[in-house]
């Protein structure tokens, strides 16, 4: 199989949405502290950028949750693979996605997370894929919706490759 990644989203189209996301959460959490909950691996690269612009005191914590293995589709099956280190009770919390397709992983996350008392449980995420939704979930930021393609780059990955890119691209598995 040969691999071809072609851009979907370039690095300037991201930093400016990724910029507008955080002028919206500044607004909405002024006078609030924030806890962002940045979901490992694939959303680190959008957390961090993210956090650069966010002017409203700020803590960050780690999950790694679970549900692709090295395949193209969801295994359905979720993991958690790390655990929050900061208990959230009380808390402003903003949970940090880079993807969300099926809304599987996203629910259970959210139900798990709500049964520890925060102020507030928020979603951001960087790319939504609305048509490909299974369960409910609800997104407060959303950077891009987008169709039902493989993406890599800025994070995301296909078999731990391809988090490096600084753009969205959409990965095309081609017969040699």
């Known amino acids: 199989m040969k691999e071809q990644v072609s851009v979907l989203i370039g690095e300037e189209e991201l930093t400016n949405r990724i910029k507008e996301l955080a002028d919206q959460i500044n607004r909405d959490y002024e006078g609030k502290k924030l806890h962002l909950v940045c979901i490992l691996k694939g959303s680190v690269f ?3 950028e993210l956090a650069k612009y966010i002017k409203v005191p700020l803590v960050m914590d780690f999950m790694g949750v679970s549900s692709y293995g090295d395949g193209l589709k969801s295994s359905g099956y979720i993991t958690i693979e790390q655990d ?3 208990d959230i009770k009380g808390r402003e919390v903003l949970v940090i996605e880079d993807i969300v397709d099926s809304g599987r992983t996203l629910s259970y996350l959210m139900h ?4 520890r ?3 507030s449980l928020e979603v951001c995420t960087l790319l939504d894929k609305p048509s490909c939704r299974e369960t409910d979930v609800q997104i407060s930021y959303c950077g891009f919706d987008i169709e039902d393609h493989f993406i890599v780059g800025f994070g995301l990955d296909y ?3 391809y988090r490096n890119l600084p753009y969205i691209g959409v990965l095309n598995l081609k017969e040699d």
């Open 46 to 48: 959008f957390t961090c």
């Open 84 to 86: 929050l280190t900061i």
């Open 112 to 115: 798990m997370l709500k049964k």
């Open 117 to 119: 008392e925060p102020a």
């Open 159 to 161: 078999a731990q490759r």
